[in-house]
């Protein structure tokens, strides 16, 4: 009489987390996430994050039709925030993306993590051509959003726009069209050069073409948020102030009353711009001068329609390539600095000042809204011993506010320090020509 088969061994427990999707041995108790370290604690008991569905139903096709003739050549009026049709003339104004989904309501009652539809994480096989069936004649049209966000069919003419929120990063919830023509934007570049002719680089003077300005579309996320913080330090106020010593050897001393100075605040944020390309987030300043651009903010944001591609019709633009996640460290020293500048009317009565030793920060609810802004952008390639430097001039393609970085000759500088007598005005003139 054969025996039967002792039934196999259960497998290993590995509990929750495993690379191995494995059951639990029958009768095993869950983990209580209390009894976890509180970073995985956080992230386990973190609520999923809320989408908010932007995507232009009407646009899916890639087409952009006029709603009173019915034709695919869109462009926008220039100087406005206007659609214009080509064909029959017709003008109307795209739909303001926060009046749309709300945006601008509900500050202080963010919890948790909200995310739109375009501003969602970038899928790691996305790819970045983007076929169409033309719905004019059937042909195939390719885009290719790496370089362009519009096509127009070989066959029957009919322009095609990257609309639909693909995974690849190319398309936000929203736009904010160019306000300043290309013609401004050239004035305002040449003038801001030529109040700094006279210590510029001789090589850059000789190839200054303002014309060949290039308008942008830049990828930034907008963050709504609620948070908390709290900072903790040492504040002085002096009591006496008293002199030591005679002549060369006098020196000045003081007194002062230190106190324990601790702050905490609730606030919120609207509308907070973050640079979404890894790229233009790069501040190295020894290869480029990114940080230029930040200079012309703020943008009026809150003017920014639903996405639609025929905004982007004589422009370029640049994919995002960042993720919420990878903005969060950013968006928190963003929101610290808030914080401290909230606190500071607080503590003047310290007229030594206060020196912040610790700081606290509680973000109880973010919305995240991916958006193109505009810039015109003048580059210039310095070359140098240790590399070239990216000198950028930039103009708010909204406002007009305009900075840059020229490259200067450091021997006229010197000279113009020593014919005023000092070494030290030749510094802070180096900052005001070359920063500022």
């Known amino acids: 009489m054969s025996s039967a088969k002792p039934p196999p061994p259960p497998p290993p427990y590995t509990g929750p987390g495993s690379p191995r999707d494995v059951p639990p041995l029958p009768g095993a108790s869950p983990i209580d996430p209390a009894t976890l370290p509180r970073p995985i604690r956080d992230e386990l008991t973190a609520p999923d994050p809320v989408a908010i569905d932007t995507a232009a139903e009407e646009l899916k096709d890639g087409q952009n039709h006029c709603p009173k003739c019915g034709s695919t050549e869109i462009r926008q009026k220039t100087g406005t925030d206007l659609l ?20 601008g309501t509900g500050l202080d009652q963010l919890e948790g993590t909200i995310i739109a539809s375009g501003a969602q ?9 983007m076929s169409y069936e033309c719905t004019g ?20 003419r009919h322009v095609f726009g990257v609309n639909e929120q693909v995974r690849n990063g190319a398309v936000p919830d929203a736009v904010l069209p160019f306000r300043i023509t290309k013609d401004d934007a050239v004035a305002r570049i040449r003038q801001f050069v030529d109040k700094r002719r006279m210590f510029a680089l001789k090589a850059f003077k000789e190839e200054f073409t303002p014309e060949n300005v290039v308008g942008v579309y830049l990828p930034y996320m ?44 609730d606030f919120t944020v609207d509308d907070l711009p973050l640079e979404s390309s890894s790229e233009r987030g790069n501040l190295d300043t020894g290869r480029n001068t990114n940080n230029i651009i930040n200079t012309i903010l703020p943008f009026d944001t809150k003017n920014a329609v639903k996405w639609n591609a025929s905004y982007l019709v004589g422009f370029n633009s640049e994919k995002r390539d ?4 990878h903005l969060h460290p950013r968006l928190e020293d963003q929101l610290l600095s808030i914080a401290r500048a909230k606190v500071e009317p607080s503590v003047d009565r310290y007229d030594r000042g206060v020196r912040w030793e610790q700081e606290g920060l509680d973000v109880h ?54 014919t005023v007598g000092t070494i030290v005005e030749a510094i802070a003139l180096w900052i005001v020509v070359a920063v500022s």
């Open 222 to 265: 907008i963050v709504d948020g609620k948070a908390s913080a709290e900072v903790i330090g040492q504040g002085e106020i002096e009591t006496r102030r008293y002199t030591r010593g005679s002549g060369n050897n006098k020196k000045t001393y003081y007194d002062a009353d230190v106190y324990q100075v601790e702050r905490r605040l």
């Open 84 to 103: 214009v049709c080509v064909y029959c003339r017709h003008q109307w104004h795209a739909t303001r993306v926060e009046e749309k989904f709300g945006l």
């Open 322 to 325: 960042l993720d919420v996640a």
């Open 365 to 418: 609810g973010t919305r995240w809204v991916s958006m193109y802004l505009p810039v015109w952008l003048y580059s210039y390639q310095e070359p140098g011993g240790k590399g070239s430097l990216l000198h950028y001039i930039a103009v708010n393609g909204r406002t007009g506010e305009t900075m840059g970085s020229v490259p200067v000759q450091q021997w006229k500088l010197l000279l113009a320090a020593l």
């Open 137 to 156: 004649c059937g042909a195939e049209v390719t885009v290719n959003t790496q370089t362009t966000m519009t096509a127009r069919c070989h066959w029957c």
């Open 121 to 129: 994480d970038i899928a790691a096989d996305s790819e970045s051509l």
